[in-house]
């Protein structure tokens, strides 16, 4: 490797506080706990509507729910290449560390529930939200392209994404200044955060372990190829932008301008980039892991999420 990399978790600690957590599917989503469509989903920092002009309040909170709606579809999206990752992981270990496959199975465990709980939330969001919304997809085509790369640089796309949900959930969600979101919605976040706290220190430990057999040239590829894989996702999240208008478009029972479809498409591409890309990418920690493998490869990648910051 071309730095010493010192592990800051432990397989025993990340064990005892994932005991802690113990939630279904079926607690957060059911005719009992219905999604209030009356308030925003996602606080303004991550759904960044308000500022555009062109839209009503009204419309403005139909896009809240639309990227609400999206939001929850691209964890499930990144959840079903994530998992095959860990599920690769774990075969590589072996009874040969117990704690670590015990914690790795647990967290393939997770991302299988995961997935159900995003499933389930886009049938109850499509019930009450009244209008078919498009995503991008399929998630298996996705997941191919994605795992054709080294595993290294899965594992550093991975470990982009469990930060970042942590930043997200931490630095607007919890703390949402007083927005009056859809407490069901909220608490959603709130459960998947508790588990995907684990997970963020899980594959901390992969990236250290997958780095350690390899030599620079080899950490230099997994670098690009973690790059490769952002830039290919930030293509998707355009084309999700292209979807959520149309969606919008059907839900608010008018077409929009040429002039109201460049303000939103501006506005929601950046909104897309800096939540998706740029919260993962200037995280402190995935910061830290990038530059205890490669310094060259954090001056690359730092100099790409420039643009999504």
């Known amino acids: ?11 025993a600690d990340i064990l005892k506080d994932a005991a802690k957590i113990n939630w279904r599917v079926e607690d957060l989503l059911g005719a009992d706990k219905p999604l209030d469509f009356s308030k925003p989903f996602l606080p303004e920092a991550l759904a960044h509507t308000r500022a555009i002009t062109c839209l009503t309040a009204d419309e403005q909170l139909a896009l809240n729910h639309i990227r609400g709606n999206s939001y929850l579809h691209l964890f499930g999206l990144v959840e079903e290449f994530i998992l095959p990752l860990v599920v690769e992981h774990v075969q590589s270990i072996g009874c040969v560390n117990i704690e670590a496959t015990q914690a790795y199975l647990g967290f393939a465990e997770e991302e299988s529930k995961h997935i ?16 078919r919304c498009e ?3 399929p ?6 392209f994605v795992l054709q790369h080294s595993p290294l640089g899965v594992a550093l796309v991975t470990l982009h994404i469990e930060w970042m949900t942590q930043r997200h959930f931490l630095d607007s969600v919890r703390n949402h200044q007083g927005e009056p979101l859809d407490p069901q919605f909220c608490s959603l976040l709130k459960h998947h955060w508790q588990e995907e706290a684990q997970h963020a ?52 029972g008018r077409n929009l301008t040429a002039t109201a479809r460049h303000e939103i498409q501006q506005i929601q591409e950046k909104s897309y980039q800096k ?22 490869g954090f001056a690359k990648i730092s100099a790409i999420a420039a643009q999504f910051s």
């Open 1 to 11: 490797m071309t730095a010493t990399v010192i592990a800051k978790h432990s397989y």
């Open 201 to 252: 220190r899980l594959d901390a430990l992969m990236v250290q372990e997958l780095a350690r057999t390899l030599d620079a040239a080899s950490i230099a590829a997994a670098v690009d190829d973690y790059i490769a894989i952002v830039q290919y996702l930030n293509e998707g999240l355009k084309t999700q932008v292209q979807l959520d208008l149309i969606s919008l478009e059907q839900a608010i």
């Open 116 to 131: 159900h709980l995003f499933r389930q939330f886009a049938a109850a969001f499509a019930a009450g939200f009244g209008h």
């Open 135 to 137: 995503v991008i997809g």
């Open 139 to 144: 998630a298996s085509a996705i997941a191919d």
């Open 275 to 296: 939540v998706f890309l740029g919260a993962g990418m200037t995280h402190p920690n995935f910061v830290e892991s990038v530059q205890a493998l490669s310094r060259e």
